[in-house]
């Protein structure tokens, strides 16, 4: 069973920076597709980021686009967001999703994603 453990969440003030962690065990990372959601209270979860194997295959939210960096170490099963310029509309609990990839295609919605950690809470003053 693949586990998903987030990490890096904090307060920050309006364009300040924070790197989001995240943690694979119990499963293939090199076999896995890995994304960023967000989620506010009241509101549905907000694809964020996406990364497959290889760092030319990511895909962003057009809110996050030019500022966040996703990236992932395969040696060390971790997948990261780097989040600059940081927005108070930023602010929400951030979780990592996995899933096996089926070798076609990127997933953007969070019901295509199996596996799912408890998030981790970004907060951004302004």
């Known amino acids: 069973q693949v586990q998903v453990v987030e990490s890096g969440g904090g307060l920050v003030q309006a364009g300040g920076s924070l790197r989001l962690s995240c943690v694979i065990s119990?499963?293939?990372?090199?076999?896995?597709?890995m994304g960023w959601f967000r989620q506010s209270p009241g509101k549905e979860r907000e694809f964020v980021a996406t990364?497959?194997?290889?760092?030319?295959?990511?895909d962003y939210s057009d809110s996050v686009k030019g500022r966040f960096t996703i990236s992932r170490d395969n040696a060390k099963n971790t997948v990261y967001l780097q989040m600059n310029s940081l927005k108070p509309d930023d602010a929400a609990k951030y979780y990592c999703?996995?899933?096996?990839?089926?070798?076609?295609?990127?997933?953007?919605?969070?019901?295509?994603?199996?596996?799912w950690g408890l998030g981790t809470q970004v907060t951004v003053s302004s």
């Open positions: 999703a996995a899933h096996p990839w089926s070798g076609h295609g990127t997933l953007f919605r969070a019901t295509d994603y199996a596996f």
């Open positions: 990364i497959i194997r290889s760092e030319s295959s990511r």
């Open positions: 119990g499963g293939d990372f090199n076999s896995l597709i």
